[in-house]
């Protein structure tokens, strides 16, 4: 331990719940089930530092291969906040990455911070909330549950930077978490998944060939059951966007998405909803 009584190590999978209240705290609103996917890829990621004994600050740097980390939760209990806690927690998780890249979707006020920590802003996440209107079932969809895994996990890769069928497998098949599909021809063309979270539920992932697909998608997840959702949309796909304000959504909150090195191609204008802000 440090002669100031604060020290950083791996989280036990019991206490990346923790983290998730931290975050719900700060109204980040994640889903009931978060938690529990989340370990299930990195567990050595999660780290948490503690001061006199006690939880003070949080940061995951999920690595996803040899190439690609992800890095979420990073907070600092209030009360502890301007000691140094959160940058010699922030060093540790971007120790745990190596020479990966890593990626972040930041929340405005540290944006600055991490340009200078290397990463430089790729685009602009807005998430929409509200209760949808007008959504129709154009198309018909299937079950997520009846699409062949290897489908599923081949769309994923055309939209994020790494392969990540661990966490695929266990956000489909969470507690609470609900999924659709649509095939055109024997074709995968969108599917997405709804889950429940400390307010509403939330969208995520959307990911569709063309708005039309997106939004029968949509309507299919959310149903004939009423209430608040959350849908995170990439700024420069137009369609995602015009998709939300046209049913309704407005947007409450934005994150920048940020990375500290190159990454694969994404396509970019299929993600009609963002898996999530603390993995990716």
């Given at each position: 331990m440090n002669g100031d009584d604060f020290r950083i190590r791996t989280m036990s999978p019991a206490e990346i719940p923790l983290a998730a209240?931290?975050?719900?705290?700060?109204?980040?609103?994640?889903?009931?089930?978060?938690?529990?996917?989340?370990?299930?890829?990195?567990?050595?990621?999660?780290?948490?530092?503690?001061?006199a004994g006690q939880p003070a600050s949080t940061i995951s740097v999920v690595n996803y291969d040899e190439r690609f980390a992800f890095l979420g939760f990073y907070i600092v209990r209030p009360d502890l906040r301007g000691r140094g806690f959160g940058l010699r927690t922030w060093r540790a998780g971007i120790a745990h990455a190596g020479t990966r890249t890593i990626g972040l979707d930041g929340v405005v006020a540290q944006q600055d911070n991490y340009r200078k920590s290397g990463f430089a802003f790729a685009y602009k996440n807005i998430r929409y909330s509200g209760i949808p209107v007008n959504l129709r079932r154009t198309e018909e969809t299937v079950p997520l549950s009846a699409v062949p895994f290897e489908l599923i996990e081949r769309d994923d890769a055309t939209v994020f930077p790494a392969a990540r069928p661990v966490l695929l497998q266990n956000w489909i098949a969470a507690p609470g978490h609900a999924g659709r599909a649509l095939l055109r021809g024997g074709r995968l063309v969108a599917w997405g998944v709804i889950r429940p979270c400390r307010h509403g539920r939330k969208v995520g992932p959307l990911f569709a060939d063309d708005r039309a697909a997106a939004e029968a998608v949509l309507a299919a997840l959310v149903g004939k059951e009423s209430g608040e959702i959350f849908l995170d949309a990439p700024e420069p796909n137009k369609a995602a966007v015009s998709l939300a304000e046209s049913h309704g959504l407005a947007p409450v909150f934005q994150t920048a998405r940020m990375y500290s090195g190159p990454i694969r191609p994404v396509a970019l204008e299929r993600v009609f909803g963002v898996k999530t802000f603390e993995l990716g």
């Amino acid at each position: 331990m440090n002669g100031d009584d604060f020290r950083i190590r791996t989280m036990s999978p019991a206490e990346i719940p923790l983290a998730a209240d931290w975050a719900a705290a700060e109204g980040w609103n994640p889903g009931l089930a978060d938690a529990g996917c989340f370990g299930c890829v990195d567990p050595a990621g999660f780290l948490i530092g503690e001061y006199a004994g006690q939880p003070a600050s949080t940061i995951s740097v999920v690595n996803y291969d040899e190439r690609f980390a992800f890095l979420g939760f990073y907070i600092v209990r209030p009360d502890l906040r301007g000691r140094g806690f959160g940058l010699r927690t922030w060093r540790a998780g971007i120790a745990h990455a190596g020479t990966r890249t890593i990626g972040l979707d930041g929340v405005v006020a540290q944006q600055d911070n991490y340009r200078k920590s290397g990463f430089a802003f790729a685009y602009k996440n807005i998430r929409y909330s509200g209760i949808p209107v007008n959504l129709r079932r154009t198309e018909e969809t299937v079950p997520l549950s009846a699409v062949p895994f290897e489908l599923i996990e081949r769309d994923d890769a055309t939209v994020f930077p790494a392969a990540r069928p661990v966490l695929l497998q266990n956000w489909i098949a969470a507690p609470g978490h609900a999924g659709r599909a649509l095939l055109r021809g024997g074709r995968l063309v969108a599917w997405g998944v709804i889950r429940p979270c400390r307010h509403g539920r939330k969208v995520g992932p959307l990911f569709a060939d063309d708005r039309a697909a997106a939004e029968a998608v949509l309507a299919a997840l959310v149903g004939k059951e009423s209430g608040e959702i959350f849908l995170d949309a990439p700024e420069p796909n137009k369609a995602a966007v015009s998709l939300a304000e046209s049913h309704g959504l407005a947007p409450v909150f934005q994150t920048a998405r940020m990375y500290s090195g190159p990454i694969r191609p994404v396509a970019l204008e299929r993600v009609f909803g963002v898996k999530t802000f603390e993995l990716g």
